[in-house]
């Protein structure tokens, strides 16, 4: 290995004293591969093998915790117990080679799809009418009861008890990218005029509490539980840098082992506000002030990208995202002096796919998510 690159490969101590073998976080993809009723297929198995082999942590695809959840088509369940055989060896595939294996829990609300979910129902923080994955059209949502509040806060709570039954090392709250959780901080998703409403942190911290309470009562002390956060939002009104600023110094103060903002550029800078103009990343990890790990991502495709990420001393982790769906032997070729033969760029005339399963791979060929390709040039 070039010597220059050995900060990516340092070890990082969590809170709960568990160490990570290295920098690199497998960011959780969406990656339309399992079966129908959400169980686990072995097309699954051995994209997650390949893409989990080399980093420290390992996070699966966004896994709805309900039925009325489900925001994808071949998106993975973690919702009921009959889920925990697949579970079991996707936990096993995924810890094979030493990362930390972890199901994001996830909760579509708004964004869940009509066609997946039971009955055509969909619901959210406040009615909102919008667009969402692979749908040609819009689709209503409806005002979530009070009721259903609760009974989706325990079902964070059950999906973390079934991680911990699937052998998982643990769960990270999805509650980024205008899902359920974010919608109930967002102003623009939530305009209730309840207690729901009227303090938009609510039912975060209540996910929060739940999942970290299930956590003590069924794991061991190096379980982890991270949180997942989108820092803006383009809708008005919607998040703030000054409305996440307040979030994350609630989060800090939790029983958590890392926060993961989502981002498509790690250097991008707020929009608007009192923080204007400054990068997002940099503001958060000042907020963090050392209190836990704060994983970065956002258009890292080269080597020099992610050293520069990591040398910018505002991330301790960093997780790749369409780099190593495009090659899953990133991490490998830095480590054996190879990244001059990293892939960076989508091939749509590879004959190996990028080794990705066909639905996903088609997703890329169909120019569903912004990337670099060989064929634009």
Known sequence: MNKKFEPLFEKVALPNK?????????????????????????????????????????????????????????QPSVAHDSDLDGLKRLAKAMKKNGAKAIVQIHHGGAQSLPYLTPNGDVA????????????????????????????????????TRRVIEAGFDGVEIHGANHYLIHQFVSPYYNRR???????????????????VNTAKTYA?????????????????????MEITEELVKNLINKSLDYLHVSLMDIHAKTREG???????????????????????IGSIFTAEQALEAVESNNVELL?????????????????????????SEFDPYREDYHDLPLDLWKQFNDGFYPLPRTDEK
């Open 319 to 343: 997780a790749l995202g369409r780099e190593i769906l495009l090659d899953h032997r990133f991490i490998n070729k830095i480590q054996n002096g190879k990244e001059e033969e990293i892939m």
């Open 274 to 296: 009192k923080y204007q103009g400054e990068e997002r990343i940099k503001l958060l990890h000042q907020w963090i002030d050392g209190r836990m790990p704060l994983i970065g």
């Open 220 to 240: 061991e002390d190096t379980f982890i539980v991270g949180y997942r956060f989108s820092p803006e939002e383009a809708e008005t009104p919607g998040i703030s």
């Open 18 to 74: 568990v160490e990570l073998k290295n920098r690199f976080v497998l960011a959780p993809l969406t990656h339309v591969s399992s079966h129908d009723d959400g169980t686990i297929s072995d097309v699954e198995i051995n994209y997650m093998e390949q893409r989990s082999k080399d980093v420290g942590l390992a996070i699966s695809a966004a896994s709805n915790v309900t039925d009325l959840g489900k925001a994808f088509p071949g």
């Open 124 to 159: 959210a923080p406040s009615p909102v009418t919008l667009q969402s994955f692979d749908e040609k059209g819009e689709h209503d949502a409806r005002t979530i009861t009070h009721e259903e509040i609760e009974q989706t806060i325990t079902a964070f709570g059950e999906a």
């Open 193 to 211: 005029d309840d207690e729901w409403g009227e303090n938009k942190l609510k039912f975060p911290m209540r996910v929060v509490d739940e999942v």
